[in-house]
């Protein structure tokens, strides 16, 4: 009787890791509370964490989760919102919450998963312990291609016809991907309805929305059938192009959206704290978690049929 169980708790055990892990993992970062976590004293003899979240900062793109895990042996939360100091923390001072996230208890040994929909930098700490610090920078995934506001990929120029259906109007930009602090051309051409005549010395505004707001306006003249506007953006977030009064025509527009993305040099570091060590024994310790569960309850239940059999 020792072959099929041996098979059926292998298979079984490859299975259910199969189903398991990749659910959990995917596109995720792990935070660990470490061992301790909980006592603020400093004591050389017994040197405590100096991190209370590891890593203590991390760095993740829109759309990542983040499962802190707590391996200490008391409760912690993760709790959006200014922590202290530890001296602060002995004394009595409390955190101020600001209600963005909050994982409530995680009891020892639990876990506790939030997804970072908006980029931005976020601290947290623990409300048991409000000298427990961490923060996760959240940031904006920069497609290298361009397109509109809503991702989809564009050839430049984009061409669309003006709402009197009066004429072609196409816009390039470059750089293709804009960010925020750089100097920005937008390359606008001007044609009949059937896209082929070049319009010369066309009429009409510049404008540039970002966030509701009209932030550049600008009156322009095609030469030869084009023109250029330069701009520098100072803040990141979706933008509409919009040419007005085409023509001299009140109400003859074309528009065009994009993105705008916050100017980080140094994004090229973000991948490399995304995957912690802590992933990878979290990964292992509960593989052999589920190899041993399974492989009880199979021994139990070929235990029983057998003894069923007899
Ligand atoms: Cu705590």
Not at 17 to 46: K, L, T
Not at 106 to 117: Q, T, V
Not at 164 to 181: E, F, L, M, N, S
Not at 226 to 236: A, G, H, I, Q, T
């Given at each position: 009787m020792i072959l099929p169980n041996i098979v059926i708790y292998l298979v079984?055990?490859?299975?259910?890791?199969?189903?398991?892990?990749?659910?959990?993992?995917?596109?995720?970062?792990?935070?660990?509370?470490?061992?301790?976590?909980?006592?603020?004293?400093?004591?050389?003899?017994?040197?405590?964490?100096?991190?209370?979240?590891?890593p203590t900062n991390l760095r993740i793109t829109v759309g990542d989760t983040v499962t802190w895990i707590n391996n200490d042996t008391v409760t912690h939360t993760v709790t959006s919102g200014k922590g202290v100091s530890?001296?602060?923390?002995?004394?009595?001072?409390?955190?101020?919450?600001?209600?963005?996230?909050?994982?409530?208890?995680?009891?020892?040994?639990?876990?506790?998963?939030?997804?970072?929909?908006?980029?931005?930098?976020?601290?947290?700490?623990?409300?048991i312990h409000p000298w427990m610090i961490g923060s996760v920078v959240v940031e904006q995934r920069i497609p290298d291609y361009p397109h509109d506001a809503n991702g989809n990929r564009l050839t430049l120029p984009v061409m669309t016809i003006t709402s009197?259906?009066?004429?072609?109007?196409?816009?390039?930009?470059?750089?293709?991907?804009?960010?925020?602090?750089e100097s920005i051309a937008f390359i606008n051409d001007f044609f009949d309805v059937s896209g082929t005549i070049k319009q010369h010395l066309?009429?009409?505004?510049?404008?540039?929305?970002?966030?509701?707001?009209?932030i550049y306006r600008s009156l322009g003249y095609s030469e030869r059938g084009?023109?250029?506007?330069?701009?520098?953006?100072?803040?990141?977030?979706?933008?509409?192009?919009?040419?007005?009064?085409i023509g001299g025509s009140p109400d003859n527009n074309a528009e065009f959206s994009t993105i705008v993305y916050a100017n980080d040099d140094d994004s090229t570091i973000a991948f490399t704290s995304t995957i912690s060590t802590a992933k990878i024994d979290t990964v292992i310790i509960h593989m052999i978690t589920y190899a041993g569960i399974t492989g009880l309850v199979v021994s139990a239940g070929v235990i029983y049929w057998w003894f069923r059999r007899r």
């Open positions: 079984i055990t490859i299975v259910t890791a199969m189903v398991y892990i990749p659910a959990v993992y995917a596109d995720g970062a792990i935070v660990e509370i470490p061992r301790n976590a909980g006592d603020p004293s400093f004591d050389p003899q017994f040197p405590r964490p100096i991190e209370w979240y590891i530890r001296y602060e923390g002995i004394t009595g001072k409390l955190g101020v919450a600001d209600g963005k996230f909050d994982s409530g208890l995680i009891e020892r040994g639990e876990r506790w998963s939030y997804k970072f929909d908006e980029p931005g930098t976020f601290t947290y700490f623990c409300t009197d259906r009066k004429y072609h109007v196409g816009v390039a930009w470059a750089p293709p991907v804009i960010k925020t602090g066309l009429k009409y505004y510049f404008v540039l929305y970002q966030n509701g707001k009209e084009s023109d250029v506007k330069y701009f520098v953006f100072s803040e990141p977030g979706p933008i509409i192009i919009r040419f007005e009064e």
